[in-house]
């Protein structure tokens, strides 16, 4: 049986800025059995080692359609993630995983879908957008609302204006400046601009804990039942199997049991309290 602390090795394939201080990193096992072997589903995620620096949690963020590589995109946020960004193209970083329950695909069949997502927590619904987007005919609507910080701050630029092609994308920015020409303010504004029939939704979101917060808040006023919200929870993720007890909230282990969670399963927890 294999160890589940000890990384398969990866290489990176392709580095793309998406902003700033957001990159998306292909990635493909040296192993092509592991390549083969490694299944997961939107939602899920992984730990990276750099090594000598440490190990980090990161959400997939492409499809699982794509069998012959992965992509995470990262933030430069500390320590793992400062000496991430000084490797190129070519360099080997370790990969454990995937971890986590994911998004129950299954059960959005037949439904609308509401993705809702703020700034870096567009990472994994990428994941699930792309996913659902070649099983098109299994879902009906969708629509996307998306906030970031600047006009700077919005990631997959080149990929949002794809999706317009079959998705209802609004997008909004905390602070405009003079290239943006759109909605300005925090992303439960959007909800101005679409209808959406809680009926046969299902909402799925990611972003900061206080956006999900009000946005959680926002849909429950519409009539979402609390079963049909679906929220993908951060946490500072250490082994990825519910042991080390780093992600505790209350009886749950957000590595074991999430990072994707309903409503109706998080309402005490602190990021979606209402």
């Given at each position: ?30 192993d092509k059995e ?14 990276l080692s750099v ?193 080390c007890g780093h ?28």
């Amino acid at each position: 049986m294999k160890n589940v602390y000890i990384p398969n090795i990866v290489t990176i394939s392709e580095i793309r800025e998406e902003t700033p201080d957001i990159k998306t990193f292909k990635l493909i096992f040296k192993d092509k059995e592991a390549q083969r072997n490694f299944n997961y589903k939107p939602g899920q995620f992984i730990e990276l080692s750099v090594f000598g620096y440490g190990e980090a949690p990161f959400s997939i963020s492409s499809s699982p359609n794509q069998q012959n590589f992965f992509e995470i995109t990262v933030k430069r946020v500390g320590d793992v993630t400062n000496a991430l960004f000084k490797l190129n193209e070519g360099n080997a970083v370790g990969v454990r995983g995937p971890f986590g329950n994911g998004f129950p695909t299954h059960k959005f069949e037949n439904k609308n879908i509401l993705f809702i997502g703020g700034g870096i927590g567009l990472a994994p619904l990428r994941s699930l957008i792309n996913f659902i987007l070649s099983n098109r005919e299994k879902y009906s609507e969708l629509t996307l609302m998306y906030g970031a910080r600047t006009p700077k701050d919005i990631v997959f630029k080149k990929e949002i204006e794809t999706w317009k092609k079959h998705v209802d994308v609004h997008l909004t920015v905390d602070v405009g400046d003079e290239t943006w020409k759109g909605t300005v303010g925090v992303v439960t504004v959007l909800f101005r601009e679409i209808e959406v029939n809680p009926k046969n939704t299902v909402a799925v979101m990611c972003g900061p804990p206080i956006m999900m917060h009000f946005v959680t808040k926002e849909l429950l006023k519409l009539g979402f039942p609390e079963d049909q919200i679906f929220l993908s929870l951060e946490r500072l993720m250490k082994c990825g199997i519910g042991i080390c007890g780093h992600c505790n909230i209350g009886r749950k282990y957000v590595c074991k049991h999430g990072p994707v969670f309903t409503y109706k399963e998080t309402k005490d927890f602190l990021e979606t309290a209402i």
